[in-house]
Structures are given as C-alpha cells and as structure tokens.
C-alpha cells in the first residue's frame, strides 16, 4: 500500500523541471493536490501563512540551486516553521548538482529525507510513495 501523501510541493526556479514533476506526480499519484513554485519566496510565504495545520502528508521536492532563496536557505525558514506543520512534509533535495558538497549537507540537514539527481523519474515517485 502507498504512503498516504496528499499533497506534493515542487520548489525549482526552471518552470519547464516544475512541469515535468508535475506530470510524472500525476501520472502515479493522480489524487493528489501539486503546487509548484518558481519563485522560492513565494514557496516560503506559502508555507509560513497558507500551509494548513491539517493539510496531510506532503512531500515536497526542493532544488538547491536558485536566485533569491536558495534551497538551504528554504530549509533555514522550513525550520522554524510549527513542528506541527513541519512534521506534514518531507523534504526531498530535487537536484541536478552532482556536488558531493551538496549531497553531504542534504545527509547532515534534519530536515532531509534524502537526495534525487534530476530529472525526476516516475519510478522514483513510487519509490517516495512507498511505505516506510
């Protein structure tokens, strides 16, 4: 049985990346609510005044590498959102960096649950929806 997710954030500059998420997340999850931004501000004021306390298991998808917020950066405001809302959403670094920098900081960061190289792949959904 899947992991009952019901919702997917996708946070990447490239608008083309976003839509291609979009599409595969779709494509093996049609059930459940996608919002993409690409604009990494406006992905943090989404989280800090429009994520609901009973949204429901989300998964978001974070790029590292973007103007403004940088992905550590959306992982700085991440932490000091309520646990309560924190503890909805599991983060995924969604990358093209091949920097072994970048992967050790996504290992060490709490908040992390772990590392994809672009692009996204629909196996790779149903890894992420597969139960713990």
């Keep these: 049985m899947a992991q009952q997710a019901n919702n997917f954030i996708v ?10 998420c979009k599409i595969i997340i ?16 406006e992905a ?18 974070l790029d590292i590498n973007m103007p403004g917020l940088s992905g550590w950066d959306v992982l700085d405001h991440f932490e000091q ?3 309560t809302v924190r503890d909805q959403i599991t983060v995924y670094i969604l990358s093209s960096s091949v920097d072994a920098y970048d992967k050790k900081k996504a290992d060490e960061n709490r908040f992390v649950a772990g590392y994809i ?4 792949t629909m196996e790779r959904v149903k890894q992420l929806l597969e139960p713990a």
Excluded: H, W
């Design 117 to 120: 190289e672009k692009p996204l």
């Design 11 to 20: 946070i990447d500059d490239d608008p083309v990346n976003n839509r291609i």
């Design 44 to 61: 943090v004021d989404y989280l800090l005044r429009s994520f609901a306390k009973e949204s429901g298991n989300t998964i978001m998808l």
């Design 81 to 83: 959102l309520e646990a």
């Design 26 to 41: 779709e494509r093996i999850s049609p059930d459940n609510v996608i919002s993409c931004f690409a604009d990494s501000q």
